[in-house]
């Protein structure tokens, strides 16, 4: 992840260049790709509103996505998939606008898409694909 993740102002390459202290000094648009791998990942992300990249969140643990509250925009493809744990959504209730793809795949105890209410636009040949969940 990048540094700005974890509370920098400032990141040149991996490196924090600006001043660091946890998610009140992070900017509000994460510089991605993200791959989020745990809770720890997301409690970094709680002021961030806009991801300029591709959002990944496969085979974790995670059973919830709070800490996303205030992703409102996700410039570049969303990917849930084989997320044994996960069983809401609703971490993602201020997603409104994703630029690519959305991918909810395999995330077998995943009950509804409940979170997704605000999701109102994917733009341009762009798809919202739901595959291979056996619990909705």
Do not use: W, Y
């Amino acid at each position: 992840m990048s540094c700005c993740n974890s509370g920098c102002t400032a990141c040149t390459d991996s490196k924090c260049t600006g001043t660091s202290g946890g998610t009140p000094n992070q900017n509000t648009i994460f510089q991605g790709p993200l791959t989020i791998t745990n809770s720890a990942d997301i409690q970094t992300l709680t002021s961030v509103t806009e991801i300029d990249g591709d959002v990944t969140i496969n085979s974790t643990a995670l059973s919830s996505l709070q800490g996303l509250n205030n992703v409102v925009t996700i410039d570049g493809n969303l990917s849930i998939q084989s997320n044994g744990s996960l069983t809401t959504l609703s971490g993602l209730n201020s997603l409104a606008h994703v630029t690519k793809n959305v991918t909810i795949n395999s995330n077998n105890v995943l009950t509804s898409l409940t979170g997704l209410g605000n999701l109102t636009a994917i733009d341009g040949s762009s798809r919202f694909k739901v595959t291979g969940r056996s619990a909705m």
